[in-house]
């Protein structure tokens, strides 16, 4: 179901929804005297109102154990002669439990289960969506008879003191579990928010060593206004103002139609390009998302759209990145380069003239190249071995050869399988369509564990946003939040969609005092 939905909200950004509004002229708030001698952001304009809803956490050491097998299930109940019982769960099979806890603060609870094909096990409580359970694939190993239970756990899941409902529904695959745990633990620890205030691209700027330094003081304490919008348009960041009286700090937008020829999608470049410049003349940051459309005659994204085969042979990626045309073409002619590694490289070539229009001293970029490719949906991310051998070169490519400066790199997935390594990422994304506004602090806590050094963590689309209130009673800040585009955000009218974020929850957001909108923005040209 994720994988479907991905797809469904790819096709509205393919759709390529035509037209645009300009940005109205506005007065910027006078940020002069927010910054320390050292040039740290020290405290936000005073009209700021907006505060949070306090939450009772007492903590109390906690653990039940909950057998399955007298659960509540649609599922088979497996009850041997000997041993305890199990339940069987194949795909949209639910089971519910109620847990008693005496005490409101967070928890963690583990799944001990077993899949021999991969289960994906969603968690509601309270009928309100929460986390995921990711079950893996596992063969009996020398010496089993059948395959054994282990544990798959989801943490940093507050649950106020009573009675809860607890209902797991396989999404996808199957599972047996033989029993729950319900534990006491803690919010996401605070130590996860201590990151590196340096851009991993050395040929940065100035202004994006300053953007990513700002990311860097403010992240776990504070969190940026952003929104999606639809290709070279501002249709949904004006619905926006017009409800909250805000602009976003960050405008998101795709931009993989920029490497298709035909005159519509050129246009649409070109109109983007536009967009885009005002958008940073006006001190907002700029988000590019890069879902590549296969560099041959099939322009395609699906899994067959693209063959990895023989592409890097005989090639070092390190070495390929800097290539110049006259060498890449002397390759070539001699068979020591294939023509699709020559045509991935010219599309990376593309993709930077356009990135080039930006390099003004005064732009920051956050960059998503190759978004997703841990999902099994998209040509670039077939296999895990070749997806990280293009992301380096698309860094290389862009940072060293072509000396872009304002990209800051955002690798959006969670299958650290497809990591491409720390020395190539400032920021892990996550994409969350579940129709919940839950903190996702447990998927907070666990990605954030999986990096071998700690990156910032936000929220690059969303359908609905994570609760303010909940991000901070679970100490899951991610950095930004942003709605998709097109119907999950606008109304047929063009006004703010309330399907799936009400314009209450939009007006608390943006005027909050622990939120940054456009106006709140310091002058990344002047901090030091």
Known sequence: MRNFIKILSLLL?????????????????DTSDISDSDGIISEKPAYIEGGLQNFDIMKQDFIARLNAENAVTDGAVVTPETGEGYVKLRKDNELTQIVSVNTSQHYRVLLYARS???????????EQ??????????????????????????DCLYLPAGQNILKFNVTDGSADIDYIVVESSDKVSGERYTVASACMNMQSSLYAVNVKRFFSEIYGSEVLTAQNVSPASNAEIEAVYKATGRYPAVRASEIGYALLNDDKNKALAEEE????????????????????YSPNYTRGLDLLS??????????????????????????VSNGYMTQELKSLLKDIDTMAQFLAQFEDDRTAILFHPLPDGDAGIYWYGKDNENYKILYRIVFDRLCKYHKLRSLIF??????????????????????????????FAGRFSSIASLTPSNKILAVSRCDVMPNL?????????????????????LNISGALSESYNSVGTMKNF???????????????????
């Open 469 to 489: 209130d909940a991000m901070f009673r679970d100490n899951s800040l991610w950095l930004w939040c942003a709605p998709m585009e097109g119907e999950f955000t």
């Open 410 to 439: 955002v690798w959006d997935g969670s299958d650290m399988n497809y990591y491409p390594g720390d020395d190539y990422v400032d920021v892990i994304g996550q994409s969350f369509v579940e129709d919940t506004n839950s903190s």
């Open 116 to 126: 021999s094909e991969g289960a994906v096990i969603k968690l509601t409580v309270a």
């Open 129 to 154: 969506f929460c986390d995921v359970f990711y079950v893996p694939a596992r063969t009996p190993t020398e010496g089993e008879t059948e395959l054994s239970f282990d544990y798959c756990a989801v």
């Open 510 to 528: 943006y005027n909050n005092k622990f939120t940054f909108a456009l106006d709140e923005l310091p002058d990344f040209s002047k901090i030091i």
């Open 306 to 331: 693209f063959n990895f085969d023989n592409a890097f042979e005989n090639q070092r990626p390190e070495e390929v990145a800097l290539m110049t045309d006259p060498e890449i073409e002397a390759l």
């Open 13 to 29: 950004v393919a759709a390529m929804l035509a037209g645009c509004s300009k940005i109205p002229d506005f007065v910027d708030s």
């Open 273 to 292: 390009a536009k967009l885009a410049s005002e958008w940073s003349g006006r001190g907002g940051i700029l988000s590019f998302t890069w879902h590549w």
